[in-house]
C-alpha cells in the first residue's frame, strides 16, 4: 500500500477501469490509454489539465450502475464523472508540492461538473490530510450538486475533517434539505456541540412555527438529558407518525433512563432511520 495513499492505489485504479470497460466502447478506451500513455512520458501539467477537462467530449455523460468499491460507493455517478475519477489517480505523486499544486489548480478552475468530480473524488486523492480546507470551503458553496458530492456517500469528511467543519457540514445538509441519512459517518461523528446547535435550531423551527426535519433527532438521541427530553418527549406526542419514530429512534440511541423508560412504549415493528427518511415527503 503506497504510503501516501490510505487505500492500495493500483488495484483502486484498476478497478475504476473496469468499471469504465463495462460501461464504454473500445473508442473511448483507447482514448484514455493514449492519455495515460503520453502523461506517463511527459509529465506535463497542462496535458494533465486538458484531459481532465477534455474527458467529457471523449466519454459521454451515460449513467454509471451503482457500485460499491472498497470503502467507497459509486452513486449516481455518468462516465465521464467516473473516468475523471480515474484519471486523477494517474496523476504522478513523486513530487508532493507538484501533485497538491496541481490538483489545486483544478479546483481553482473548475466548472460545476469538475467540481463535482473533484469533490466526490475526495477519498481518493493522495496526501489526504491536505485537502481539509478544500473540503470545508467546498461545503461554503451554494451549488447544490457540488455539496451532494461532498455530503453524500462520501467518506472522506467524516474521516479527516475538524469537529467545527464536520459540524458545519451537517447544519448545511439540513439547511439545504439534503438527505442526511446519506452522509457517510453520521452516526459515529455525532458530539454534543452539534446536538446542542441542532436543538437550538428545531426551537428556532418551533418558535417561527416550522416543521422540523425528523432525522435531526438522530443526533441528538446519544445526548439526551434533563434539558433535552421534553423536546423529545413533545416529539413523541407528535400527531406526525414520521416524527413519533424518531422521537422513539433517538430514545433507542440513548442511556438517559427517562429515555429508555419512554422507548419500552415501541411497537415491535421493524423501526430504522431509514425507514423515517422514507416517509419524509
Request: with cysteine.
Amino acid at each position: 500500500m503506497d504510503a501516501i495513499y490510505h487505500y492500495d492505489r493500483n488495484k483502486i485504479s484498476t478497478l475504476l477501469y473496469s468499471i469504465i470497460q463495462q460501461n464504454s466502447n473500445q473508442q473511448v478506451q483507447e482514448w484514455l490509454q493514449q492519455q495515460k500513455s503520453k502523461l506517463e512520458e511527459s509529465n506535463a501539467t497542462q496535458r494533465f489539465y486538458g484531459t481532465f477537462t477534455a474527458i467529457p467530449r471523449f466519454t459521454g455523460k451515460n449513467s454509471i450502475p451503482d457500485t460499491t468499491i472498497p470503502g467507497f460507493f459509486i452513486h449516481g455517478y455518468t462516465l465521464d464523472r467516473l473516468a475523471r475519477m480515474w484519471w486523477l489517480l494517474q496523476l504522478p505523486t513523486e513530487n508532493k508540492d507538484q501533485y497538491i499544486q496541481t490538483i489545486e489548480g483544478l479546483f481553482g478552475a473548475a466548472d460545476m461538473n469538475e467540481q463535482i468530480a473533484l469533490y466526490g473524488a475526495l477519498p481518493l486523492l493522495a496526501w489526504p490530510e491536505e485537502w481539509k480546507l478544500r473540503t470545508a470551503e467546498g461545503i461554503r458553496s451554494n451549488i447544490g450538486p457540488v455539496l451532494e458530492a461532498i455530503m453524500l456517500h462520501n467518506p472522506y469528511p467524516a474521516a479527516y475533517l475538524e469537529e467545527a467543519a464536520w459540524n458545519q457540514l451537517v447544519m448545511k445538509a439540513i439547511f439545504t434539505d439534503k438527505p442526511i441519512h446519506l452522509i457517510t459517518g453520521l452516526d459515529k461523528r455525532a458530539n454534543r456541540k452539534l446536538a446542542d446547535t441542532l436543538r437550538d435550531y428545531a426551537h428556532e423551527r418551533w418558535a417561527a412555527g416550522r416543521t422540523v426535519n425528523p432525522l435531526l433527532w438522530r443526533l441528538i438521541g446519544p445526548f439526551i438529558d434533563e434539558g433535552s427530553f421534553p423536546d423529545i418527549v413533545r416529539v413523541w406526542h407528535s400527531e406526525n407518525s414520521v416524527e413519533r419514530d424518531a422521537a422513539a429512534l433517538a430514545c433507542a440511541a440513548s442511556t438517559y433512563a427517562p429515555a429508555q423508560q419512554l422507548v419500552k412504549e415501541i411497537s415491535t415493528t421493524t423501526l430504522s432511520w431509514d425507514s423515517v427518511a422514507a416517509r419524509i415527503a
